[in-house]
């Protein structure tokens, strides 16, 4: 199916501490993201970066919070760039930090609300980033998305999420890499887990068929958010926050085929690139080549799946 692309470049850098990620939309770019989906049939309008909306003296409970104005600020900006485009076409973010979830879901959110339709989220992550910003303890907000989406309190004075997606919407894919007190969060909460040793015993499919199977079954939207580091650092090493242990290259695109087989994806993120630690652009050719893989790039053509 053609879809219209609309590439939204977001140049977020304050969500951690190791500068690089501003120069993600750029390497997408220079990696040839927009010719690759040209190439597989679909429109491309590529928007060009988002610029922060301004906000100036915001406060946090928590001293180890860092970067609190600038982060706001790009909240809003990403949330308003991103609920316009769903409204036009297939979303797909260009990061930048995972900070960028904070708004880009934000206005995926929106717009789900508006058509009516249940969100549902599968975050492609080492980490869980289940953090508020009370409970943060590094004060790197890149760690807090997930856990401002299902609507846990401690993010003030960010506005309530506009519309929850419910604990049992999201999906935690690939996580190896949980603090304690994420952990202790996590189990009060009905996300789907499905951690590396669920995918070491059971397969990539299976788990991630399950979960579209009751996306395809509520007629929800999907957004994916895809993070480098979900990757095995061996494959992808441009990324501030390895985790050894990863996906590898074929369980990596295994994923992006059954998700394209799905029909379900409706936006996207790609986070964490920091092509100041990548090899030649190395990881970011291979994002590109999963963001293919996703929309519809295949060796063999094979029966679509019927879902639900």
Known sequence: MTKTCILIGAPVDTGQRNPGCLMGPAAYRVAGLAQTLADLGHRVEDRGDVAP????????????????????????????????????????????????????????????????????L???????????????????????????IAGREGFAPLAPFPALVPPENICLFGIRS????????????????????????????????????????AG????????VDFLDPSIAPAVGTTVPGGATFREAHLVMELLHESGLVTSLDLVELNPFLDDRGRTAKLMVDLVASLMGRKVFDRKTRSFG
């Open 53 to 120: 909306h301004p906000v100036r003296g915001a406060t946090c409970a928590n001293p180890a919070v860092h970067h609190l104005d600038e982060t706001l600020g790009w909240t809003a900006a990403l949330a308003e760039a991103g609920e316009q485009a769903m409204d036009q076409g297939f979303a797909i973010f260009l990061g930048g930090d995972h900070s960028l979830s904070l708004g880009s879901v934000a206005g995926v959110a929106r717009h789900a609300r508006a058509a009516g339709r249940p969100l549902f």
């Open 220 to 227: 929800g939207l999907l957004h994916v958010s895809l993070d």
């Open 178 to 217: 949980v603090d304690p007190a994420e952990h202790k969060a996590l189990s009060r909460h009905r996300i789907e887990i499905n951690d590396m040793r669920v995918l070491d015993e059971r397969g990539i499919a299976a788990p991630l068929r399950a979960f579209l199977d009751r996306v395809q079954a």
């Open 122 to 148: 599968l975050w492609l992550d080492a980490h869980s980033d289940f953090h508020t910003f009370d409970s943060t303890t590094s004060g790197n907000l890149h760690g807090t998305p997930v856990a401002y």
